[in-house]
């Protein structure tokens, strides 16, 4: 069975300081690696996804993600955070197959900014 | 072009009482999927549907039942509501059953069980 572990349920930063939000998945084949963001009381929105190739991913809003299969990680990355960074992280594994639209999510990451 | 839409935002029931939410995706969309969210949780696979036929279920009770219509429209049925049901239900689009692309979340449906 396919799961995703956030080990960090909540993180403080300073605004400026660099961020790192970890992510550990487990899957049988290969991963269809997803983060999405969410502000209070709104969907989704995709931030960056890895399928293959180069293991690290650029995404939006100035993110990266680096897939390492021996570790079984996807952790997301951003040099200098902003106060509209703030929000919560979801990272998520999915298929590529006829399941393509069931993705299984970890419990997220809450990120607060300090100004 | 408008992102995936559902309604209503917000809804109130109480127990055992059923309950009906809507999705459209987003045009060309036809593939929908549902997530229910719990408050602190990660979203969690209720259903996949593709040209209007089931092809995925999560880990849900038979009270969850949902459709896809001709126009790939889709609806979420809860009947016989629990407090535990209480959640945010995300609706998501993606243009095909398979292959890479990515899903496409709409804004949700905040449902609240008394």
């Known amino acids: 069975a396919q799961s995703v572990t956030q080990p960090d349920i909540h993180i403080t930063v300073s605004e400026g300081a660099s961020l790192e939000l970890r992510c550990n998945y487990s899957?049988?084949?290969?991963?269809?690696l997803f983060w999405y963001v969410q502000s209070p009381g709104q969907g989704l929105q995709l931030l960056l996804k890895?399928?293959?190739?180069?293991?690290l991913v650029q995404g939006i809003k100035g993110f990266e993600a680096e897939f390492k299969r021996s570790q079984s990680s996807f952790n997301l990355r951003k040099p200098s955070v902003h106060w509209s960074d703030a929000a919560e992280y979801f990272c998520a594994v999915g298929a590529f197959n006829t399941n393509a639209g069931k993705s299984t999510f970890g419990d997220g990451t809450t990120l607060t900014v300090k100004p | 072009d408008a992102g995936v839409t559902q309604s209503p935002t917000h809804l109130i029931k109480t127990r055992g009482q059923q309950v009906t939410l809507r999705c459209s995706p987003i045009?060309?969309?036809?593939?929908v999927s549902w997530y229910q969210q719990v408050l602190g949780q990660g979203p969690q696979f209720i259903f996949q549907y593709y040209e209007k036929e089931e092809r995925g279920r999560g880990n849900f009770p038979d009270r969850f039942s949902a459709r896809q219509f001709p126009n790939y429209s889709s609806e979420l049925n809860v009947n016989a509501l629990l407090l535990g049901d209480s959640a945010l239900y995300l609706c998501?689009?993606?243009?095909?059953?398979?292959?890479?692309?990515?899903?496409?979340f709409g804004p949700g449906t905040r449902l609240t069980v008394l």
């Open positions: 998501a689009s993606r243009p095909s059953q398979g292959g890479h692309n990515e899903q496409f």
């Open positions: 045009s060309g969309h036809k593939s």
């Open positions: 890895y399928f293959s190739g180069d293991t």
């Open positions: 899957y049988g084949a290969t991963p269809y």
